[in-house]
T-cell receptor, first 109, second 115 residues
Framework: SQQGEEDPQALSIQEGENATMNCSYKTSINNLQWYRQNSGRGLVHLILIRSNEREKHSGRLRVTLDTSKKSSSLLITASRAADTASYFCATTGANNLFFGTGTRLTVIP | DAGVIQSPRHEVTEMGQEVTLRCKPISGHNSLFWYRQTMMRGLELLIYFNNNVPIDDSGMPEDRFSAKMPNASFSTLKIQPSEPRDSAVYFC???FGTGDYSEAFFGQGTRLTVV
């Protein structure tokens, strides 16, 4: 990818469990965003964390950012079948918005 | 607002033909991105416009690709001549601001198949 990589590439969990996805990136960033993509659809923004923030919450989502390690994680708590989708991290610099390779999450009812 | 609108949703064309993809960003947004998504390469940023001006086109793969934004409400991505390896889903996204602290809104994409 042009900027980041997600880990794992695929994740399968049971409904109600928590899902954790990780993102590593290469260069300095202004902020990091997480997006979700349902099959055959465009991406939808989930949450943004600024480079001077370490943790952020939004509903069942928790995002962490470690700029020293150039990494971020997305935690989805109490997962639901409807959370099944691909999740991407995106980093922004001055003139770009680069996406990682994505994690395919499957939540089994 | 209806969101970012892309057309066509699907395009099948023969190798060597010219293909034009269209995008209408959200009214008031001043940044526009074109992406290409494939299984092999993921989401690639092709070009970024700010206030209708191309700021970064380093992701445009070849001279066969060109993009324009004649006004704030319309952008095109053209491939001439098209090749089978151009087959992919092409997304347009818009945001307000330079993207530093802005979320991007994506269109539904155009699935291009070059045979």
């Amino acid at each position: 990818s042009q900027q980041g990589e997600e880990d794992p590439q695929a994740l399968s969990i049971q409904e109600g469990e928590n899902a954790t996805m990780n993102c590593s990136y290469k260069t300095s960033i202004n902020n990091l965003q997480w997006y979700r993509q349902n099959s055959g659809r465009g991406l939808v923004h989930l949450i943004l964390i600024r480079s001077n923030e370490r943790e952020k919450h939004s509903g069942r989502l928790r995002v962490t950012l470690d700029t020293s390690k150039k990494s971020s994680s997305l935690l989805i708590t109490a997962s639901r079948a409807a959370d099944t989708a691909s999740y991407f991290c995106a980093t922004t610099g001055a003139n770009n918005l680069f996406f990682g390779t994505g994690t395919r999450l499957t939540v089994i009812p | 607002d209806a969101g970012v609108i892309q057309s066509p949703r699907h395009e099948v064309t023969e190798m060597g033909q010219e293909v034009t993809l269209r995008c209408k960003p959200i009214s008031g947004h001043n940044s526009l991105f074109w992406y290409r998504q494939t299984m092999m390469r993921g989401l690639e940023l092709l070009i970024y416009f700010n206030n209708n001006v191309p700021i970064d086109d380093s992701g445009m793969p070849e001279d066969r690709f060109s993009a324009k934004m004649p006004n704030a409400s319309f952008s095109t991505l053209k491939i001439q001549p098209s090749e089978p390896r151009d087959s992919a889903v092409y997304f347009c996204a818009s945001s307000f601001g330079t993207g530093d602290y802005s979320e991007a809104f994506f269109g539904q994409g155009t699935r291009l198949t070059v045979v």
